[in-house]
């Protein structure tokens, strides 16, 4: 009878120790957005901090959510989120969320785009000149004339859901937030003709005019970042 009630013990002591095992594992893979919107997982130096959170299962979903990676994880080499995961579907946030102010000045990439691409002095939103509202911008895509900002998307030449699908999943992150605000990828143009173009290459989608300039720019961009050729 104690032979029964000691093996008894055993097994459940085993059974509530697996149990406790499985648990640990699944908590540890949770990611946890903070109150101030940052995505840790356990690879982040805040996770056992952080106290009052919002959990996801994966950080892809915790960035979808409106989520944003701690300031080091990008340039982390031996961090979770450096090291770039090839199964996943092509997300624009991959590219990072939208327009990057590269170097601080206040003016995102759009922005630096439009002032560097305009042929007359633009006219900014405020006094610190970081938004621009007008200028003149003559169109690669067609040759028109644009005079408001609003009527302008930048087009990237080599589109970023292109490039990922070609090679660009395999770079880090930093890689492909400088990727996708280069500005040498970058063209100012009617946004119509920009959405009509979405991630085409040369094959599907050329401009109705200058053609040639648009192609050279393409696969000079394309040859510089040794992405795949279909």
Known sequence: MLTMTVKGFVSTSLLTLLSF???????????KKS??????????????????????????ACLDSGGRLP?????????????PDTSKQ?????????????NGDCRNARAEALVAQSVAPVRFQTDKECRVIAG??????????????ADIDIDHVVPLRWA???????????KRVQFANDQANLLAVEASLNRQKGAKGL??????????QYISRFLRIKKGLWIGSK
């Open 35 to 60: 109150t101030s919107g940052i995505c840790h997982d356990v690879a982040s130096p805040s996770y056992a901090r952080t106290k009052n959170f919002t959990s996801y299962d994966s950080v892809e």
């Open 71 to 83: 300031k080091n994880a990008a340039r982390t080499k031996t961090g979770a989120h450096s090291l």
């Open 21 to 31: 095992s499985i648990f640990a594992s699944a908590n540890a893979s949770e990611i």
């Open 90 to 102: 092509y997300a624009r946030h991959e590219f990072g969320h939208g327009w990057a102010d590269m």
């Open 164 to 174: 990922w699908s070609r090679g660009a999943k395999t770079w880090d992150r930093e």
């Open 136 to 149: 003149r911008w003559n169109s690669t895509f067609t040759g028109n004339t644009i005079y408001d900002a």
């Open 203 to 212: 094959d599907e989608w050329l401009p109705p005019k200058n053609q040639c």
